[in-house]
């Protein structure tokens, strides 16, 4: 794996750098001194609509190469931030570049290089799968001559090929998503965005992606998703942020935030929901941190198997007992709360 | 072994594809910088491909219907109900016969009421149902050319559309002028006139409560019936001759009878046709601009 990729950063660094030098005034100009080359930032980035901020001054900057996610509740700014990002949306005040250029500025120059993925499929129902790519690629002003051969892959690369004259409407629902995902590459995009591109899938229609998500990753395409499935962000972030209400609430690689806002482990006590109350007392001093839900009682530990005898040791004894690693579920909750957003 | 080399066979197969066979020369995608050029160029173009490739689906359909609705129109009026009218003086319609005078006015009406279906339901479908303008808003495209685009393509629609109308009117002989065929490019004109304010309109619903339905009964129904369509305008009350004079039918209507059969009527009001019908495409133009930008820019 390691050689593949390596194998398919040389032409993404051209490209790059063939895009950037045609500009001078690049943010993301490739340097010298082996610095990170950004192909986004975002500083103080702010959206309000009337009063309400959606988006409240955030701040981040994303190399090429890198998956980047954005975790956070419904409403908490991450569609809004990719609308920007995707230069569709105007931002109310701070500094964006994608590519080094400014999309409330450079619309169309910007949307050139990205390829997007929307939080809601909006191909185009009476034109077959194949011709969706197509029609999709004339935006970019792309000849067919690179179209018919450039679909036909994509259609391989989505486990499309036997619907290609298929009308979109008899597409499942995860057929439709890859085709999305199929249409947002046909312009060779070294940055894909990608909104929440599993809500919705089964299982299988969600592995197959991933894996697609990491193929284009091992050649060097930029990732930016939102999402709020934990185990997806675990599975494709190189990094990611948890925004709440329109704020970075964490920053950092799944592994690092699960180090600082969790423990090691988790171990899930449940003693029946009239106990789960009142049984917290008992359990004082036992692992780092305790928290008390109706259905169960956590207790975040570095040790869960130790955590469970001195449970025991203090006569205590739960119905069902369970030691987990800790997850970024864990951090995620544990920063944006548990109360339900609407 | 031989596992091992089917193994790495596979991997072989698997990886060439997102990298590219080497026989073939790699497929490159120019670059963004070229994309965006482009499409800042010729971006509405591509986006009336796209609407005309979605009508290709119904093609059929509206061959038929330019074909089908004249013949029976002409049938039903033209020469059915001509024999009737016929018998009396036809001093009333200009000296022509009855089916001579309303042709242009059923070919009118026809780009009119296409209009009406194309810049609405597609438009809703865009911004709501299906949602179909937000795929090509990631692109390099503009809402401006997205607008456009779509103009574009229903100009193709209803210029084909009369043109097929116009051959059948020759047909029944309804169309003495040799310029009536200009008529195809009146009716075309009519149609934007009526169309691209009603589209400004489409562009600004956010939630459908049946307003097409609405347009449809209470405008344009009316509209085709007292424009001097069937009989001349001026054999209304002068309490419902406005509606003519407002009516994009109207004023297409009598250019179309101008072209098709000479009708005699003075010179600066056949100037007043056209400015009326180029006025009301500039206006529902400018604010079909102003709610696609406002809806997909903001």
Redesign the interface.
Known sequence: MPE?ASK?TPPSEA?QK??TQ?RPSSAGSPSATGAPQYVITAENLTKRYGDVAAVDGISFSVPAGEAFGLLGPNGAGKSTTMKMI?G???RTSGNLTI?GLDPDQ????V????G?V?Q?D??????KVR?NLL??G?????PMS?LK??AD?LL??AQLTDKAKSKVDALSGGMKRRLTIA?SL????RILLLDEPTTGLDPQARHILWDRLF??KE?GVTLILTTHYMDEAEQLCDRLIVVDKGKIMAEGSPASLIREYSTREVLELRFGSERNATVGAELEGIGERLETLPDRVLIYAHDGEAALEEVSARGLRPVTSLVRRSSLEDVFLRLTGRSLVD | MTKKAELTKKAELT?S????TTAVPA??????????????K??AF??A??VL??MK?YGWTIVMYGVGQPVAYLFAMGVGLATLVDTNSTAAFGGVSYLVFIAPALLISAAVMTAANEFTFPVMDGFKW?????????????PEQIALGQIIAVTVRLLLQSAIYFGVVALFGASPSPWGWASVLVATLAGLSFGLPLMAYAASIKEDKGQFAMVMRFIVMPLFLFSGTFFPLDTLPLAVRWIGWISPIWHGTELGRVLSYGYEEPPLLTIAHVVFLLALCVVGWVLTKRQFVKR???
């Open positions: 593949l398919q490209s063939d895009a045609s995707g569709v949306s105007q590519m450079n619309g169309p120059e949307r050139a290089h990205l997007v929307p809601q909006n191909l185009d129902e009476e034109l011709d029609v999709y004339r935006y970019f002003g792309l690179y051969p450039k892959e391989e690369f249409r046909i312009n060779e995009p193929r284009l050649q | 990886h594809i997102p990298a590219g497929l490159r995608a120019h670059s963004p910088e070229v994309s965006a050029a482009k499409a800042r010729w971006g591509y986006y491909e796209q490739r979605v689906g299906r949602r179909v303008y937000y795929g090509p808003h990631a692109s390099p495209l503009t997909m820019g903001g």
